[in-house]
């Protein structure tokens, strides 16, 4: 009979330590940091992908380098505003995390995201990419300051 107790025990004991490893597992999983985290303010407005940002400070996270590289853009306060994924990559950072904005048909738009933490750009406008275009008439650069969490 204690033989039988004993055999319990150490299944029991055997399938608590097997769930255990699986839920450590899980939550290493989900704390996982992301690829890139930085903050960034913009003094105007400004069109990325689909959206309009308005001036403020705002932050930006790449969960993985994964492709299609997914940047997620919130308020200061972490209000989520947009979801942009790059057109292309690149490998010329010039040594600096920016963000790269040109101005376009009387708007300003980010050109590409420069990652040097990362060792590349994420363009999100491939027109402005491909060399000089007519109603380009400056480009800007805003610095962006990443963080390790």
Avoid: C
């Avoid at 999983?29 to 407005?45: C, K, N, W």
């Avoid at 308005?54 to 947009?82: F, H």
């Avoid at 999100?124 to 380009?136: I, M, W």
């Amino acid at each position: 009979m204690r033989r039988i107790q004993r055999m319990a025990e150490t299944i029991l004991l055997i399938a608590f330590l097997a769930s255990s490893l699986f839920f450590t597992r899980s939550v290493e999983a989900q704390a996982q940091h992301p690829a890139f985290f930085g903050m960034f303010t913009l003094p105007y407005q400004v069109h990325w992908g689909g959206s309009v940002l308005q001036p403020g400070k705002y932050s930006v996270t790449i969960k993985s380098t994964g492709s299609p590289m997914i940047a997620l853009v919130r308020t200061a306060d972490g209000n989520a505003v947009t979801y942009v994924m790059n057109g292309s990559i690149s490998t010329h950072t010039n040594n600096e995390n920016a963000l790269f904005l040109h101005e376009k048909e009387g708007q300003v738009v980010v050109h590409s995201l420069a990652l040097a933490d990362l060792g590349m750009v994420l363009i999100y406008d491939p027109t402005l990419a491909k060399g000089p275009v007519q109603e380009v008439r400056q480009e800007r650069s805003l610095p962006i300051l990443s963080a390790k969490k």
